[in-house]
Each structure stands twice: as C-alpha cells, then as structure tokens.
C-alpha cells in the first residue's frame, strides 16, 4: 500500500506564490507516475499538473506552476506562482500503479492525498 501526504496549502493574496508537497511513504516502488489534481467547491475534480519524462499542465496554469519529484526524498511538489482567484480548491496528489496510460485522467489514478486547500483572495 502507498499512502500520500500533501502539505504547504494555505491563504495568500492573488500574485502571491505557494508551493505544495506530497510525501509518499509504504511500498513507493510501486508508484509509477505521479500527478497533482484539485477540485474547486461545486465543480468536478480536474487535472492540474503531471511529473513525467515529459511535464503536462492544465492550460491555465502553463507558465505559472511548475511540477517537480524528488525521487530521493520519495516527495512531488507543486511550485504555484502568480496565483489566481481561480486557483482556490483543494489540491490533491495522486500515484499510479505500473500499466497506466494516460497521465490527465483521475481514474487512472491508484493512490490519492487527503488533499490541502489552497485560498487565494482578490
């Protein structure tokens, strides 16, 4: 089993910057990619970032947020900059298992946070 803990959620003013992190601890050997998601209050959950050979971002975060994994220390952090009224959600990491393909969809996930919320006021 794999558990996951995020941190580093908060309150700041828009154009402040955060950064998130996941610690994963249990049998990570199992982890193949990691990815960050968050769900707003009365939407779905969605698709943030992903750390891989290649980074994906949801659009509306290109060029503000910067995903990274530090193998070493087992931990996925989120750097969020410029940060926006609509960034406001709770912030999940997630793992996959091995034989998962698509890297953007929340149900090819195996192993989720608790989530951490991140405010950010106008």
């Known amino acids: 089993q794999v558990q996951l803990v995020e941190s580093g959620g908060g309150l700041v003013q828009a154009g402040g910057s955060l950064r998130l992190s996941c610690a994963s601890s249990?049998?990570?050997?199992?982890?193949?990619?990691m990815a960050w998601f968050r769900q707003a209050p009365g939407k779905e959950r969605e698709f943030v970032a992903f750390s891989g050979i290649i980074n994906r971002y949801l659009d509306s975060v290109k060029g503000r947020f910067t995903v990274s994994r530090d193998n070493a220390k087992n931990t996925l952090y989120l750097q969020m900059n410029n940060l926006k009224p609509e960034d406001t959600a709770v912030h999940y990491c997630?793992?996959?298992?091995?034989?998962?393909?698509?890297?953007?969809?929340?149900?090819?996930?195996?192993?989720w946070g608790q989530g951490t919320q991140v405010t950010v006021s106008s």
């Open positions: 997630a793992a996959q298992g091995p034989l998962r393909t698509t890297w953007s969809n929340q149900y090819e996930y195996d192993y």
């Open positions: 249990g049998r990570t050997i199992g982890i193949s990619r």
